[in-house]
């Protein structure tokens, strides 16, 4: 590897760390919102290549049917200290953006999945695929004003949810509210790395 | 930190060189992977005033924009932002400069960050925004 932890940083005590965490859901649902209730957002675009759908049937030879795309996404600072900040990616949530996952949840704390009750399903392939990842997340269900209220148990039921993952509920518009949603993650991390993963059978 | 202009007055016509201009067309970093936490920092003894002829010519502009910008120890998204430039640049240019040897570039953690004390800290820190 040309590159590693080195001796390349000398002027401080401890070098910066940078945390990650992902802020999952279906679109609308109020990734944007949290995020710029919380965080310092900064303008953060990509340009990925995409493929094109190969319905372009000519063979040509040497040309890649290939073009870049811009994404925009959702992206907040908070920093800690000089040495510790906490990122917050937006997952863009359309299907053809999920080649991106991977690269965002590499070394992620974990993951914020946001849930709307009115359309609940929207949030399932994101807690699917953090469950496949065996990365730690928790499930916010952000309360819109015109959503109806149900019952803890009945949201975890249709999440079919494993006892030890956090329901937290939230307004995303709000500042402490969010803040409460990174808090019971980080805790929810916390509890994991702590061996707390034992503690899931008990329940 | 400062805070760029906002993102409302962008030109909506889009840039006037296509992104991947500055990278000479490629859209993949050389080496290894570079996440878009990862901590890059230039190696003490480069400087821009200081770099070898031949290092010079084999860097643009953008490089060397990258180059001073990482004089203190900087996220890749922050690069992207601060330059604005897309994070897919910025990682190409970033992987040329450290394979030129002028940038040290820190991995986050592959399983999130294995050191409880330092998950406390962020989260007693989150209790107090």
């Not at chain 1, 863009?92 to 999920?98: S, T, Y």
């Not at chain 2, 993949?28 to 010519?57: F, K, N, T, Y």
């Not at chain 2, 640049?89 to 991995?107: F, K, S, T, W």
Request: net charge neutral; glycine share 8%; with cysteine.
């Amino acid at each position: 590897m040309p590159y590693g932890d080195s001796e390349a940083v000398p002027d401080r005590i401890r070098p910066p760390v940078a945390i990650k965490i992902l802020i999952a859901g279906g679109f609308g649902v109020g990734k944007t919102t949290l995020v710029s209730a919380v965080s310092e957002v900064r303008p953060l675009r990509t340009e990925e290549t995409m493929s094109e759908p190969s319905a372009l049937v000519d063979q040509l030879d040497g040309v890649e049917l290939k073009s870049t795309t811009t994404v925009a996404m959702d992206f907040g600072r908070i920093a800690i200290s000089e040495d510790l900040v906490v990122y917050l990616f937006g997952t863009p949530g359309q299907k053809r953006f999920w080649f991106m996952w991977d690269e965002l949840a590499y070394g992620a704390l974990g993951a914020v999945v946001m849930a709307d009750t009115r359309r609940l399903a929207d949030c399932f392939p994101s807690v699917d695929y953090f469950e496949r990842r065996g990365m730690p997340f928790v499930v916010a269900v952000n309360c819109f004003d015109d959503a109806r209220r149900y019952p803890r148990d009945t949201m975890r039921a249709a999440l079919n949810l494993t006892p030890d993952v956090p329901l937290v509920l939230c307004d995303a518009r709000q500042r402490g509210s969010s803040r409460d949603v990174l808090v019971a993650l980080v805790e929810h991390a916390v509890t994991r790395l702590d061996g707390g993963r034992h503690a899931t059978s008990a329940i | 930190m400062t805070p760029r202009r906002d993102g409302g007055s962008r030109d909506s016509r889009g840039p006037v060189v296509r992104p991947y201009a500055v990278t000479s067309g490629r859209t993949r970093p050389s080496g290894a992977a570079i996440d878009m936490v990862a901590v890059v920092s230039a190696i003490r003894s480069a400087s821009v005033a200081g770099l070898e002829l031949e290092q010079e010519h084999s860097l643009g502009p953008e490089h060397l924009r990258v180059l001073q910008s990482c004089r203190g120890p900087v996220a890749v998204a922050d690069l992207a932002v601060d330059l604005d430039l897309p994070l897919g640049v910025v990682r190409i240019l970033v992987a040329d400069l450290r394979e030129h040897g002028l940038v040290n570039v820190r991995q986050p953690t592959p399983s999130g960050l294995a050191d409880i004390g330092t998950l406390k800290e962020v989260a007693d820190a989150l209790r107090r925004l």
